[in-house]
């Protein structure tokens, strides 16, 4: 089956970078969408960032300019940088994927990964 595996949170200061990457495994045709999604304490999820199969790419108003998403599509992966990290951006970061598996359509996503921002 399709498995998504986010990497790379952690805890980092003001100001810090992180990087991280979603690995997609399992009988994969194609992947049409991937983005990323976080939910910190006491709120509800919200898009971060979403990149398309032909690069197209979209961003939370409030990570604008400092997180970049990006894909390796021979890899099924998809990356988040980023820079510039704030405490707001603190919560936990899911992968979604749009994609194909054999012949069927559906979303799925990662387990989530923690990233802290704290002085």
């Known amino acids: 089956q399709v498995q998504l595996v986010e990497s790379g949170g952690g805890l980092v200061h003001p100001g810090g970078s992180l990087r991280l990457s979603c690995a997609a495994s399992?009988?994969?045709?194609?992947?049409?969408?991937m983005g990323w999604y976080r939910q910190a304490p006491g709120k509800q999820r919200e898009l971060v960032a979403t990149?398309?199969?032909?690069?197209?790419?979209n961003y939370a108003d409030s990570v604008k300019g400092r997180f970049t998403i990006s894909r390796d599509n021979a890899k099924n992966t998809v990356y988040l940088q980023m820079n510039s990290l704030k405490p707001e951006d603190t919560a936990v970061y899911y992968c979604?994927?749009?994609?194909?598996?054999?012949?069927?359509?559906?979303?799925?996503w990662g387990q989530g990964t923690q990233v802290t921002v704290s002085s």
């Open positions: 990149i398309e199969s032909g690069k197209y790419t």
């Open positions: 979604n994927a749009d994609l194909k598996e054999g012949y069927r359509r559906g979303l799925y």
């Open positions: 399992g009988s994969i045709f194609s992947i049409y969408v």
